[in-house]
T-cell receptor, first 111, second 111 residues
Framework: GQQLNQSPQSMFIQEGEDVSMNCTSSSIFNTWLWYKQDPGEGPVLLIALYKAGELTSNGRLTAQFGITRKDSFLNISASIPSDVGIYFCAGDGEGAQKLVFGQGTRLTINP | ETGVTQSPTHLIKTRGQQVTLRCSSQSGHNTVSWYQQALGQGPQFIFQYYREEENGRGNFPPRFSGLQFPNYSSELNVNALELDDSALYLC???WGTGELFFGEGSRLTVL
């Protein structure tokens, strides 16, 4: 089946640093999504990408849909303590939100 | 707060037992999806319900079944529980193919 490879698996950074994480797949996806999950919570949508090559920002977050439709990255600028959590990429290849998720990137921030 | 509520939040069962998990979708949402999230992994799509009919299923055996009611709330039933069924079960609601809003999940432990 479809799989997403997300890297890195974990990151330990200082507050104020920029963060970059990415997601690759052997399959083409029509939509790429980035979610954040805090402990004890469900995933929350950060950014949705619908078109190959699309670059979208949401505050300090920027994400891009790769032109091959097989990859995406998420950047966080000037990290703050509330950015701590697990970030998931997800692809929707079949439509109707049958999402395939990556394994997550755990972000830890040292104050 | 996404407006998606799940119950129970935690439960413990033994192998071979059956479990029912419940989800109330956000007001106005007619589609409910269920995902299984094992510890340290990304969510995996189980199935989706739209207007009380199953609308797509992931790679899960038939002992995973579901229902959607006229008020769009939903149940996930798992029969003959196995140890590997221990996971966080996430419900997500949406209006058609719009953004998914996840609940906080039901954490199932199978002993």
């Amino acid at each position: 089946g479809q799989q997403l490879n997300q890297s890195p698996q974990s990151m330990f950074i200082q507050e104020g640093e920029d963060v970059s994480m990415n997601c690759t797949s052997s399959s083409i996806f029509n939509t790429w999504l980035w979610y954040k999950q805090d402990p004890g919570e469900g995933p929350v949508l950060l950014i949705a990408l619908y078109k190959a090559g699309e670059l979208t920002s949401n505050g300090r977050l920027t994400a891009q849909f790769g032109i091959t439709r097989k990859d995406s990255f998420l950047n966080i600028s000037a990290s703050i303590p509330s950015d701590v959590g697990i970030y998931f990429c997800a692809g929707d290849g079949e439509g109707a939100q049958k999402l395939v998720f990556g394994q997550g990137t755990r972000l830890t921030i040292n104050p | 707060e996404t407006g998606v509520t799940q119950s129970p939040t935690h439960l413990i069962k033994t192998r071979g037992q059956q479990v029912t998990l419940r989800c109330s979708s956000q007001s106005g949402h007619n589609t409910v999806s269920w995902y299984q999230q094992a510890l340290g992994q990304g969510p995996q799509f189980i199935f989706q319900y739209y207007r009380e009919e199953e609308n797509g299923r992931g790679n899960f055996p038939p002992r995973f079944s579901g229902l959607q009611f006229p008020n769009y709330s939903s149940e996930l039933n798992v029969n003959a529980l196995e140890l590997d069924d221990s996971a966080l079960y996430l419900c997500a609601s949406s209006w058609g193919t719009g953004e998914l809003f996840f609940g906080e999940g039901s954490r199932l432990t199978v002993l």
